[in-house]
């Protein structure tokens, strides 16, 4: 079928096209403008046309996700997915998560952190998804195998190839690296670690763990960096751990998961100011690296993260007062309920950090919006965060409302910075979908993937970016007026890597004797999917 998406103010920045115009679409992909009539036409008369949304950070399944709905079911009661629809299960978590990115206009969606160990869970929860396409990221830097070659010295081929393996047998779609030895040193009673500080039992660093990592994505040809969550994540001063980090990458590439996180720089009370501004700078300087935000937003939320040594150190502050810690093999892991109290001086300082780095951004396109769901609040919240992004007036109504501390603390009052839709183009579609390596995402081109958000103008983005007028998913309507219409499957991502045999072997081998099951075990199968759904789709490595 021939469609044509006609008379709507189409925005996409990487053909520098902001004006009224037709987006056309045959057999799923966007099309050159075709010589006949079309089969349908899509008036779009009033509205901002562009490519779905991209979602590159955002914990929608695996382990930790799980003990978070039994933890807090509270909070996942209006997570019901809507009754009779062919893809609800238990506590309807994957419906919602589906139908509430797709309302938005997101048509992908990443989560970021998959131990091998888990990766069958996680891929069978991913699945489950509706709507959107999606993947997840292999974690590693923690996990013994990696560490005894390290230790042994084996060199960066045989971490090349267990990388690859690693990827290869979870279907992942990237690399993540969390606290690199953290969890190892955790459970030897460290409760902070820096890039240079010796782990025990493997006698190395982060910067040597992290560094093995960084080369081996490159020699795969992994298309997404090696995606980074730092030491001492939350902490007066972890400005300086960012810093360190980026410059140990050495001009390799690299992406900061949740850098707001980062940006708090040491004050001489114990407390913390905005490093904002020396973040964003930092990124200027070293096109090598990118970052999303990990926005702050007020309200009830709860963390989840693999990065065990930072939880155990945020337990005493959770609320309500019940937590899940799990030191577990390679990562272990965290879940810690958490208010960020509306005008509370800390929360709203985080608040502030997290906009001060978007607005002080050289290149949106390398300044992924994020919220790090659930961690810094909720995805719900993009359509508030970009309307912030392009109102000034509406900042400061908002800055009015909150403590003292954000305008003592932090540069956000002074910014008088709006965003354009292009340039929030780049923050949701083009940016991250250019990061994971998805050359047919994020852009409006012909040969793109036809998945395309339709919105009414409206001074109030809010309101413009919660409730799509139309979205379609490879030219498929599934959004009407910000109701779903259709619920169909989408398909995961991974990476299409080979691994070496011998490796194989070896891996086998190591988790026979650690597990007494080996690598078929911890395999992601075809057999575990639907036959008929065609589940999987493969992403090409870099040349």
Not at 497 to 502: I, K, L, N, R, Y
């Amino acid at each position: 079928m021939l469609s044509v998406i006609r008379g709507g103010r189409v925005v996409d920045p990487t053909a520098s096209r902001d004006a009224v115009g037709d987006v056309w679409i045959e057999d799923g992909r966007v099309v050159e403008p075709a010589g006949r009539e079309p089969d349908r036409v899509i008036d779009a008369s009033g509205c901002v046309v562009m490519a779905g949304g991209v979602e590159v950070h955002s914990h929608i399944a695996g382990g930790n996700v799980i003990t978070s709905r039994l933890l807090l079911p509270d909070l996942y009661v209006s997570e019901a997915s809507p009754e009779g629809h062919p893809f609800a299960h238990a506590g309807g978590a994957a419906g919602w998560i589906g139908s509430t990115y797709a309302r938005m206009g997101y048509t992908t969606a990443v989560e970021p952190a998959m131990p091998p160990t888990h990766a069958l869970a996680t891929q069978l929860e991913l699945a489950d998804i509706p709507l959107l396409d999606r993947g997840a990221l292999t974690v590693m830097g923690n996990d013994d195998q990696l560490l005894q070659l390290l230790r042994e010295r084996q060199g960066g081929n045989a971490v090349r190839d267990l990388v690859a393996l690693s990827v290869a047998t979870s279907r992942g779609l990237g690399v993540k690296c969390i606290n690199a030895g953290g969890a190892s040193a955790f459970k030897d009673g460290a409760l902070r670690l820096s890039l240079d500080d010796e782990i025990p039992v493997y006698g190395l660093s982060t910067r040597q763990i992290m560094g093995s990592l960084l080369d081996a994505v490159e020699e795969i040809g992994v298309p997404h960096p090696l995606h980074v969550h730092c030491n001492n994540l939350g902490l007066p001063g972890a400005d300086d751990s960012f810093v360190e980090t980026l410059d140990a990458a050495e001009g390799r590439r690299i992406h900061f998961a949740h850098a707001q996180f980062y940006a708090y720089g040491a004050t001489e009370g114990g407390g913390f100011r905005s490093a904002a501004e020396r973040i964003a700078q930092a990124i200027a300087d070293n096109p090598n690296a990118t970052l999303d935000i990990g926005q702050v937003v007020f309200g009830q939320t709860v963390t989840v993260s693999l990065d065990i040594l930072r939880q155990f150190a945020g337990r005493k502050g959770a609320k309500p007062k019940k937590w899940v810690l799990n030191a577990g093999d390679a990562e272990g892991g965290g879940v810690v309920p958490f208010l960020y109290r509306p005008r509370g001086p800390t929360s709203s300082l985080q608040w502030a950090i997290g906009l001060e780095i978007m607005l002080l951004s050289t290149d949106p396109e390398r300044t992924i919006l994020t919220t790090d769901h659930p961690n810094g609040g909720p995805f719900t919240q993009y359509p508030r965060i970009i309307h912030l992004l392009m109102d000034k007036s509406e900042r400061d109504r908002e800055i009015a409302t909150l403590p003292g501390i954000v305008g003592e603390r932090s540069g956000l009052p002074g910014l008088e910075r709006e965003y354009t839709l292009s340039e929030i183009a780049q923050l949701t579609r083009s940016g991250p979908a250019k990061l994971l390596g998805l050359a047919d995402r994020g852009h409006l081109r012909p040969g793109a993937c036809a998945d395309v958000a339709v919105y009414r103008d409206d001074t109030n983005r809010t309101a413009m970016f919660t409730a799509a007028k139309l979205v379609l998913k490879d030219g498929v309507p599934i959004v009407e007026d910000g109701e779903v219409v259709e619920w169909r499957a989408g398909r995961t991502l991974s990476l299409s890597v080979e691994s070496d045999p011998a490796m194989a072997k070896r891996a086998d081998t190591y988790l026979t004797d650690r597990f007494g099951a080996g690598l078929d075990s911890f395999t992601v199968p075809d057999a575990a999917f639907d036959a008929d759904a065609d589940t999987f789709e493969a992403v090409p490595c870099r040349a």
